[in-house]
């Protein structure tokens, strides 16, 4: 019995869908959910265009579609299934295998992205456990990607052979010129990808110590932490958010920048939230600017953050006056009694400073902070343009000069990003 042969006869959602066994040297998995992708095969030839990693390589393609999908979408669904098919009989000489599960035929109902992520994950996993290699690295990414020339080396050369290192968030970039879209979509996704640093250097400042993007279309993990971590989920929209929460307090999972991804800046309809619906809401109302979190909120994080070492060493009779010191927003979100309750709870759990520091912000998680940031920008702070809240935050860090414009201060942002 192989390493996972008990968890996928308990979680996977089907049976063995792939009948050609892997290669012995199979050492990466690339998954790809492709609903309503006619144009998949520009992410194939991408592929095709990469260096050869020091081992064997597959794709899985996941068509599938939602049950509100229209007949459009359908169409396109059955044609990137085609179109992937004759691809891979013209291309039979590569460096990787592909795969094509058409999950039209699976189920007729109830295909979520994250369903479709989990149907091509579960299957990479068996295929690892047929081969016995619990470090198999499983990529996931988007049908309407393409990827750095280095992408399956660099991957490779910095996961294999690392126990230290089981999962990652890869470095990615949106297109910010060219001729395949409007410029307002080019516009409009220089300033959500701006959000979205923003956001990730706001919890940095803050001093959160799990800071890394959540993009479903640039996230690798080993087998064997896809198994411990339950798999992949299946919501409908934000299965990689969820996903990547439960695969941190194992521990190992560090940013990869020595590659890169290129989501697509499309408009899309096809999740409920996420790049998509953002930019077809800004391109419709020309001129909009995004907004995004108050820096206000990550100052108050930010204090509060920075108190685990103090509250290791008080005594509980000191709690109610470090309570009544925190800034008012964290007071509004979480009441005395939960205050004590809780930090009481995580002293009595810990035997030093790095265990509580960790249990700490096990309850401080990820999931807290948004329920945080959305319910102060209700009671307390406004949202504000997303490049007025970056340049408040860098002048915050010491950043005195910086460029402006939402795409100029996006480069600056990435440039930190690939400073970390």
Known sequence: MGFASAWLGSNALFPGIIQEAPSNNTGIVVVVPAFDEPG???????FASCSKPDCGAEVIIVANAPDNAEENSLSNTRESISAAQSWKDKNRDLFFKVHIIDGLRLISSGWSVGLARKTGMDEAVRRFDFLGNHDGIILNIDADCTVKSNYFDAVFREMNGRPDRKACSIYFEHPLSGNDFPEEVYRSVAMYELHMRYFVRGLSFAGFPYVHHTVGSAIAVKASSYVKAGGMNRRQAGEDFYFIQKLLPAGGFFNLTSTTVYPSPRVSARVPFGTGPVISRLVESAGMQLTSYNPGAFEE???????????????????????????PGIRGFISSDEWNERINEIRNNTSGRDSFRKRFFGWF???????????VHVSLFSKRPVEECAGILLKAMGVD??????ENMLLYFRQLDLMD
């Not at 998680?365 to 319910?375: A, C, D, H, P, W």
Request: glycine share 4%; hydrophobic share 35%.
């Open 40 to 46: 998949i095969t520009d992410l194939l030839d991408s």
């Open 365 to 375: 998680n990820m999931f807290r902070i948004v329920k945080y940031l959305n319910s």
């Open 301 to 327: 994080l930010r204090t509060l953050f920075a108190m685990p070492d103090e509250l290791y060493s008080a005594e509980p009779d000191q709690l109610g006056h470090i309570y009544s010191e925190l800034p």
């Open 401 to 406: 000069h910086y460029p402006e414009g939402p």
